[in-house]
T-cell receptor, first 111, second 116 residues
Framework: TQLLEQSPQFLSIQEGENLTVYCNSSSVFSSLQWYRQEPGEGPVLLVTVVTGGEVKKLKRLTFQFGDARKDSSLHITAAQPGDTGLYLCAGKQGGSEKLVFGKGMKLTVNP | KAGVTQTPRYLIKTRGQQVTLSCSPISGHRSVSWYQQTPGQGLQFLFEYFSETQRNKGNFPGRFSGRQFSNSRSEMNVSTLELGDSALYLC???????????????FGEGSWLTVV
């Protein structure tokens, strides 16, 4: 059972376009983290959100945690080729350090 | 400060052999978790250690085991390797366990295991 569903799973866009990736669940998470992973490397943390309704901005990236802490979104403005990679959302539940991952969204930004 | 360090980065093993992977967490981090990443299944949780004790375990067979040392360094072992064990094995560390404060988890670069 995949607790976190990410959509879309694949996206190929041109440089300068905007995009949004969604991470949805029927479960409540104590916190949610977004990672970006390049081929052959480990996931690199982008942001952690913990409060329902929280919005965090990281340069051209905007992250939002749903009010009920069941979903999240990542919006990228004016995508650049350097944004290419696999974007993963991962949630923590209760007092465990275990992360539940979505399958990820593979983003390709063409110059 | 140094990030999460995993060794070896790449290795090739034969079916039936065993393998041991090593992880050094970020200095001061006491919680270490292991994940398996495959193209079909994505990232799946293997187990988590804190203060040398296994705190959580994922749905993997008993061939997968791990341990944590007093300096928080961790190893995982896979015995009787199968072709399906070929994957990227990722280690992650965090400062503490539990709480709702958004404890952040950092990953190493992973160990690529190929079973032939």
């Amino acid at each position: 059972t995949q607790l976190l569903e990410q959509s879309p799973q694949f996206l190929s866009i041109q440089e300068g376009e905007n995009l949004t990736v969604y991470c949805n669940s029927s479960s409540v998470f104590s916190s949610l983290q977004w990672y970006r992973q390049e081929p052959g490397e480990g996931p690199v943390l982008l942001v952690t959100v913990v409060t329902g309704g929280e919005v965090k901005k990281l340069k051209r990236l905007t992250f939002q945690f749903g009010d009920a802490r069941k979903d999240s979104s990542l919006h990228i403005t004016a995508a650049q080729p350097g944004d290419t990679g696999l974007y993963l959302c991962a949630g923590k539940q209760g007092g465990s350090e275990k992360l539940v991952f979505g399958k990820g969204m593979k983003l390709t930004v063409n110059p | 400060k140094a990030g999460v360090t995993q060794t070896p980065r790449y290795l090739i093993k034969t079916r039936g052999q065993q393998v041991t992977l090593s992880c050094s967490p970020i200095s001061g981090h006491r919680s270490v978790s292991w994940y398996q990443q495959t193209p079909g299944q994505g990232l799946q949780f293997l187990f988590e250690y804190f203060s040398e004790t296994q705190r959580n375990k994922g749905n993997f067979p008993g061939r997968f085991s791990g341990r944590q040392f007093s300096n928080s360094r961790s190893e995982m072992n896979v015995s009787t390797l199968e072709l399906g064990d070929s994957a990227l094995y990722l280690c992650a560390s965090s400062p503490r366990i539990g709480g709702i404060s958004g404890n952040t988890i950092y990953f190493g670069e992973g160990s690529w295991l190929t079973v032939v």
